[in-house]
């Protein structure tokens, strides 16, 4: 079942790995097939070093397990919450890559300072309110979903692949896993830029908004030019 | 005698280099058997890149050599009055890791800023006092356990498995070598993650006591969630 | 067509890559042949890991394709300025490399604050002015490409290969391309160097003209003494 | 000539490379036969990963090159001055590592704020004086030697086997290349940690002399205690 979603599934975890984004069993990815409405995800707590394909864990929108032996990452609620609000998403991942979390820490938005951002986030990257004792003490993954959504009400999350959780880590998205792998990547980095702009800048100006613009639209949407696919 | 042990203890100070947690010969992996009251430990000044299972050193608790023909760690001392106090540790790892190190220099407990940190430690990661001249004059490496006992009146140090060693560097445990060498990694992540965030925010509130009690219970204990071997 | 220069460039490209410059497709080396006037580039977004010389593109000084399939660089129009203002410039990198960026973000020119920037960088590193949405709005790679040359009104390009590009990235410069991937592995390290000497002395000095002088001209022009073809 | 001598500098002048305290051509290393009075050196320019031993030049305390067919290392004047001063040094190492370099141009003392640095360094690295604009002009390389014995007029160059030189590097020395590395890989992290601890904490204080006394005396001199080689 889902054969070749297990494997790009698979693939990507391990590709958390090597990019350095994850130690252990510090992250999880996720895959959605919207006519099957099954999810593809990590197991709970495997090294990402001995993963196979053959491991992933399938369930339905209800968290039910529908095929594999184990058990699936106990994010997996949070995953299934933004599957749901989420049309356009067809991968999710969780992580707590050194930088995003950091910011986590700090607990801001991380504002766009670059063109670096520019060319990926259409806008600051939100970080999440704490979440309250009772939503932590009943239904927590879930309503980490909650709070993440409460971040795209005025937001585009098409537009804005990611999430600071607060003093907790990063959910990032893509149409496909391999997206959601690069979209990670890049927010881990402009976190980084952004943390040592502000460190020496404490007061440093987002940029303008006709230069977000500039980048976001020249690889994003119907007048990008950039890259070899354009105008499609 | 107790070649399973030492092969394990090797390839823990071989994994302590291979982690980036230590050059050169600057720290030590020892384990105990509770059985025998025998404790194998790294041979001193011995660099990881030449370390073979035959050169670990036996020693009983009262820090005499059982068998081996090199010097034990010359922070043996160290390693044996923990042993002797903290009845459930297996294994226990000292090193001058970057962060953790530097933490031990600025000289303050590590707070819990986030989950990262909650998943793994159940409250702040705390820092001893320095030494008085007499105690480093007389016993120093016996000493320098007394001073982390001291920082484990109020703790559980089977909750809280590491302490930063004032001015000096970390000592970290577990059950046997591989969580030791886990809990070294982890230490050392959340210790650059601390750091950073305080940096930024130096009056960085710690996380809600629910969320602790959340994120370390999720992994640790009776009810725990996360992993394939739960509740057991 | 410019075999030679078409492997050249694409070596330099994949060199980037493995000097930690960039990721994925975020930067892009040129090279012109000056007795052509003809431009090998880049092709935009093509990975680093799948880059071969026959995808290089060649255009002309006015950005019209001579051969190749794919589509050049997006920053194509910036080299292209640049050529025709440099006359001594054979080659041309552009890249978001993490210590440069965030120099370019903070938005400061890099003063020459030690020796190791004496060595290559006769005098400070410019960082443009902002753009205004006129000139984002309109021809936007060449405005680019304008702001930098203001930067060069009262400095010689030929004595400081590399400017920053405000809130953006950063441009280098070289008679080749090898001397350009050398001038911009050594950039991010001056730029990271000079972050951190800033970040603790925040108004440290400028090194004396006399040792920017002497380190300077030991390795360049007519009296240098440095390596092994001096004097010529 | 000093066939043996030449394999073990040109293969620590390689080590700096492989150690990441070197780029490019940024670094030498040299070692002196006592007997003999001559100097085996890094040829200048020459990059560490075409560096073979035939190609180390051989000069005499007044840097009159006795074999060897390249130029060699720009810096030899301050090596040689170095090698007539510090009578027990068999082996002197320049750099610009990183951390050494920035804690050069922040322009201070490296204070010894740890056990780390205690074991290795028995008392603070000085950075030594800027040098005037006549000693820039006139004789530079020798004049950069003379600054540093400045340094150690009341200090031991035995016990501290390394300094900062202002505005630009480090130099680093042991009895032969391999001890010299290693003094220079552990000056680099020692660098790297002191530069952390005091960003947090600006007034750090030094560690008490009593614990600097226990940390270098356990590993140095007559009653060491550390290692398999004690009590020689």
Known sequence: MLEELKERVCKANIELFNKGLVIYTWGNVSAIDRQKLLIVIKPSGIPY???TPDQMVVVDLNGRIVEGSLNPSSDTATHLELYNNFDEVGSIIHTHSTWATIWAQVGKDIPPLGTT???????????TRDLTENEVLNDYE???????LECFKDKEYTNIPGVLVNKHGVFVWGKNPEEAIYNAVVMEEIAKMAYYTLLMNGNNKKIEKYILDKHYLRKHGQNAYYGQNIHK
């Open 117 to 127: 951002h520019a060319d990926h986030f259409y806008g600051s990257i939100p970080c």
């Open 49 to 51: 070093t001995e993963l």
């Open 142 to 148: 879930r309503n980490t979903a909650k709070v993440i």
